[in-house]
């Protein structure tokens, strides 16, 4: 069973760093990719990363030159500075895994980010 983690939200001063951990388990995180996205309130999930089976590595243009995704064998990393308040979310963790009969995609409970301005 693939179950996800996050951890290492809080609340930060804008300018601020954070660096957020997913634990994975039921998986192996070189074979698969990963993903962080975060939700606003009241505004829809969207992307922030991804990193994918060959450590090849995107971002989304807000977060560019501020964030980095890595990961290692148990966990994915998301280290984010230069914080500002617009990065204020709940941030999820996701993994994409390969099924024969079909992508599964998985969830984490999330990790609130608060940056206060």
């Known amino acids: 069973q693939v179950q996800l983690v996050e951890s290492g939200g809080g609340l930060v001063q804008a300018g601020g760093s954070l660096r957020l951990s997913c634990t994975a388990s039921?998986?192996?995180?070189?074979?698969?990719?990963m993903a962080w996205y975060r939700q606003a309130p009241g505004k829809q999930r969207e992307l922030v990363a991804t990193?994918?089976?060959?450590?090849s590595t995107n971002y989304a243009d807000s977060v560019k030159g501020r964030f980095t995704i890595s990961r290692d064998n148990a966990k994915v990393y998301l280290q984010m500075n230069s914080l500002k308040p617009e990065d204020t979310a709940v941030y999820y963790c996701?993994?994409?895994?390969?099924?024969?009969?079909?992508?599964?995609?998985?969830w984490g409970q999330g990790t609130q980010v608060t940056v206060s301005s």
């Open positions: 996701n993994a994409d895994v390969f099924r024969i009969a079909g992508n599964v995609r998985y």
């Open positions: 039921g998986i192996l995180l070189r074979d698969n990719s």
């Open positions: 990193i994918k089976s060959a450590g």
